[in-house]
């Protein structure tokens, strides 16, 4: 009991801690060697009116700081869907046949690497609108990870139980819902799972470059505004969400392990 | 012509260079309604004739063919029990059977096919525990699942990777008078693999020993004349029984030990675990257990092979 109990209180004191270390040392570089660097107080005096109005709208440019990430969060939905609906069937094909793997997986490795901001060019090139673009480059950045997890689920599936599907004659429909399908959910969602945070760090530079409203829009129009402290704001915004997205899809996760 | 005919087959594995023969003349005939037992070191290539039958793998040369038809890949035939259960971990105990019924018998309405797979789910004994997963079943459990699915299929061969062999003693006697009691009561063509000479005299109607490999042959095939029912108890006192036993032993560590091919070991010595070019999973060769099928065995016999061995 007083072990556990001790624990607890480590577990909130400890994060506590590191935060005050870090404001602190925020606080005390805005007031020496970086005189543009808002202060903690003065971060928060201007942000708050955004924070505490999360939703409101009160111009086109001047929304609540919820109201922005909404918008980021559906373009990155809309983005994230269309990676896992190319990644995953990808992945499968990947996995299961050795000439494709062959064929595919040296330029999957060259364009795995390839910043989201080489991408987005090439996407306005392409679509000649900034939407589609954003949405191509959300896509082409955070799929990779869903094409290689899925594809490794397909190669693990152990020998057994393709076996079975074959000796109970299984069709191929069945065989793929049945066996393949299920063997590889898990893997599945570990590359669902990294995809999304891909897709939340590529959405910012995606709305920086298109002005596309949303949080990084937000965030460099308040940099060429002078605004610095809504940088600040806007930071700890995308890193909030992030978090709440990346927790979300290990608690999925973790229920499709057990089950 | 026999129900299920094995001629001249052979199988290897690797390529050119590094080949390895695991089977060499494998040839068998098994009748209708027969129950056999294919006795055999581990890792002499057991598995991997049982699979040839079942059509997952094709032999480099021979035959196999079941009532005239050569055998060109899995069918509904031939059901298959696998060494290691096989069950799939996302489907409860039904539903592993039910998937097997839904396929071989697709033109049935449904409740027919619960019907099917309740009454083969029932056959195993498997009791209250339908709607478990694989994993919240013990081992015993499990296999009379995969029993079940293997039954279910009503194929006229039923094939049986080692299916006993991750049991303990005391539920794989249970199990094994439960498989004697199916085959009694719906005298299916079976084909059991196992490495446990008592098993195969307890269940079968002939036992036919495995050499060891690389190249492993069937030996000269031994009829067990033991009348059925047979009383795990009464074996082994039984004079029958100890010749059939006496037999398959006396091939297994005499001529079924020596390696066909010229080699520097010696015919006598224990197979070494690692055979040059053989793949890892065929190489380690152990012999055949004596007494775990037995019940209460005698001291002597237990140790028979030991002493032979050392």
Same mark, same amino acid.
Request: hydrophobic letters at 45%; glycine letters at 8%.
């Given at each position: 009991?007083?072990?556990?109990?001790?624990? @607890?209180?480590?577990?909130?004191?400890?994060?506590?801690?590191?935060?005050?270390?870090?404001?602190?040392?925020?606080?005390?570089?805005?007031?020496?060697?970086?005189?543009?660097?808002?202060?903690?107080?003065?971060t928060w005096q201007v942000s708050k009116p955004f924070v505490v109005a999360p939703f409101e709208k009160r111009g086109e440019l001047d929304q609540g700081i919820a109201r922005f990430a909404w918008y980021s969060l559906w373009l990155v939905a809309k983005g994230y869907t269309l990676a896992l609906l190319i990644g995953t069937p990808l992945g499968f094909l990947l996995g299961r046949s050795k000439l494709f793997a062959k064929g595919l997986d040296p330029i999957i490795q060259i364009l795995r690497p390839v910043s989201p901001l080489a991408w987005l060019p090439l996407g306005l090139v392409l679509f000649e609108k900034s939407q589609p673009a954003a949405l191509f480059t959300i896509a082409i950045c955070a799929m990779w990870p869903t094409v290689l997890n899925t594809a490794l689920g397909v190669r693990s599936i152990p020998q057994d139980y393709l076996n079975v599907a074959k000796v109970?004659?299984?069709?191929?429909?069945? =065989?793929?819902?049945?066996?393949?399908?299920?063997? =590889?959910?898990?893997?599945?969602? =570990?590359?669902?799972?990294?995809?999304?945070?891909?897709?939340?760090?590529?959405?910012?530079?995606?709305?920086?470059?298109?002005?596309?409203?949303?949080?990084?829009?937000?965030?460099?129009?308040?940099?060429?505004?002078?605004?610095?402290?809504?940088?600040?704001?806007?930071?700890?915004?995308?890193?909030?969400?992030?978090?709440?997205? @990346?927790?979300?899809?290990?608690?999925?996760?973790?229920?499709?392990?057990?089950? | 012509?026999?129900?299920?005919?094995?001629?001249?087959?052979?199988?290897?594995?690797?390529?050119?260079?590094?080949?390895?023969?695991?089977?060499?003349? #494998?040839?068998?005939?098994?009748?209708?309604?027969?129950?056999?037992?294919?006795?055999?070191?581990?890792?002499?290539?057991?598995?991997?004739?049982?699979?040839?039958?079942?059509?997952?793998? %094709?032999?480099?040369?021979?035959?196999?063919?079941?009532?005239?038809?050569?055998? &060109?890949?899995?069918?509904?035939?031939?059901?298959?029990?696998?060494?290691?259960?096989?069950?799939?971990?996302?489907?409860?105990?039904?539903?592993?059977?039910?998937? %097997?019924?839904?396929?071989?018998?697709? /033109?049935?309405?449904?409740?027919?096919?619960?019907?099917?797979?309740?009454?083969?789910?029932?056959?195993?004994?498997?009791?209250?525990?339908?709607?478990?997963?694989?994993?919240?079943? /013990?081992?015993?459990?499990?296999?009379?699942?995969?029993?079940?699915?293997?039954?279910?299929?009503?194929?006229?061969?039923?094939?049986?990777?080692?299916?006993?062999?991750?049991?303990?003693?005391?539920?794989?006697?249970?199990?094994?008078?439960?498989?004697?009691? #199916?085959?009694?009561?719906?005298?299916?063509?079976?084909?059991?693999?196992?490495?446990?000479?008592?098993?195969?005299?307890?269940?079968?109607?002939?036992?036919?020993?495995?050499?060891?490999?690389?190249?492993?042959?069937?030996?000269?095939?031994?009829?067990? &004349?033991? *009348?059925?029912?047979?009383?795990?108890? %009464?074996?082994?006192?039984?004079?029958?029984?100890?010749?059939?036993?006496?037999?398959?032993?006396?091939?297994?560590?005499?001529?079924?030990?020596?390696?066909?091919?010229?080699?520097?070991?010696?015919?006598?010595?224990?197979?070494?675990?690692? %055979?040059?070019?053989?793949?890892?999973?065929?190489?380690?060769?152990?012999? *055949?257990?004596?007494?775990?099928?037995?019940?209460?065995?005698?001291?002597?016999?237990?140790?028979?092979?030991?002493?032979?061995?050392?």
């Amino acid at each position: 009991m007083k072990a556990k109990a001790r624990v @607890d209180v480590a577990a909130i004191v400890l994060p506590l801690v590191g935060i005050v270390v870090i404001v602190g040392i925020w606080a005390l570089s805005s007031a020496t060697w970086s005189k543009n660097l808002p202060s903690p107080f003065k971060t928060w005096q201007v942000s708050k009116p955004f924070v505490v109005a999360p939703f409101e709208k009160r111009g086109e440019l001047d929304q609540g700081i919820a109201r922005f990430a909404w918008y980021s969060l559906w373009l990155v939905a809309k983005g994230y869907t269309l990676a896992l609906l190319i990644g995953t069937p990808l992945g499968f094909l990947l996995g299961r046949s050795k000439l494709f793997a062959k064929g595919l997986d040296p330029i999957i490795q060259i364009l795995r690497p390839v910043s989201p901001l080489a991408w987005l060019p090439l996407g306005l090139v392409l679509f000649e609108k900034s939407q589609p673009a954003a949405l191509f480059t959300i896509a082409i950045c955070a799929m990779w990870p869903t094409v290689l997890n899925t594809a490794l689920g397909v190669r693990s599936i152990p020998q057994d139980y393709l076996n079975v599907a074959k000796v109970l004659q299984l069709s191929p429909a069945k =065989t793929f819902f049945k066996v393949l399908l299920p063997a =590889t959910l898990p893997y599945m969602f =570990t590359g669902y799972r990294l995809s999304l945070g891909i897709a939340w760090l590529v959405i910012v530079a995606v709305e920086m470059l298109t002005g596309s409203p949303g949080v990084g829009g937000f965030l460099w129009q308040e940099y060429n505004s002078l605004i610095y402290e809504h940088i600040i704001l806007c930071i700890l915004t995308i890193g909030v969400v992030g978090f709440v997205l @990346d927790r979300l899809m290990s608690v999925v996760e973790r229920r499709l392990r057990a089950a | 012509m026999a129900f299920l005919e094995i001629k001249k087959v052979a199988k290897g594995f690797g390529g050119k260079r590094d080949r390895a023969e695991i089977l060499a003349d #494998i040839n068998l005939e098994v009748a209708k309604g027969e129950f056999v037992a294919i006795v055999g070191y581990s890792g002499a290539g057991k598995s991997t004739l049982v699979n040839m039958i079942a059509g997952l793998s %094709a032999p480099d040369s021979g035959t196999i063919t079941v009532d005239g038809k050569p055998v &060109t890949g899995p069918g509904s035939d031939r059901g298959m029990v696998f060494q290691n259960y096989s069950l799939l971990p996302w489907l409860t105990a039904f539903d592993n059977v039910y998937l %097997a019924v839904d396929q071989t018998f697709s /033109s049935w309405p449904v409740e027919k096919k619960r019907e099917h797979t309740n009454k083969y789910l029932a056959m195993v004994n498997l009791g209250q525990a339908h709607h478990k997963k694989p994993a919240e079943l /013990s081992g015993g459990m499990r296999q009379r699942v995969a029993v079940a699915r293997a039954l279910a299929m009503e194929s006229e061969i039923l094939l049986m990777d080692e299916p006993l062999g991750a049991l303990d003693a005391l539920t794989r006697a249970t199990i094994q008078d439960e498989i004697a009691r #199916i085959w009694a009561e719906t005298h299916k063509t079976i084909v059991l693999i196992t490495n446990d000479v008592d098993e195969g005299i307890l269940l079968a109607d002939r036992i036919i020993p495995l050499s060891v490999g690389p190249a492993a042959t069937l030996g000269p095939a031994v009829t067990v &004349t033991v *009348p059925r029912p047979r009383d795990r108890k %009464a074996m082994n006192h039984d004079a029958g029984f100890k010749a059939v036993r006496n037999q398959v032993i006396e091939y297994l560590l005499g001529p079924g030990k020596r390696r066909p091919q010229p080699g520097p070991s010696s015919p006598t010595t224990v197979p070494s675990p690692v %055979a040059k070019g053989v793949p890892a999973g065929a190489s380690s060769a152990s012999p *055949p257990s004596v007494g775990s099928g037995g019940g209460a065995t005698s001291p002597e016999v237990a140790a028979a092979p030991r002493e032979v061995a050392a």
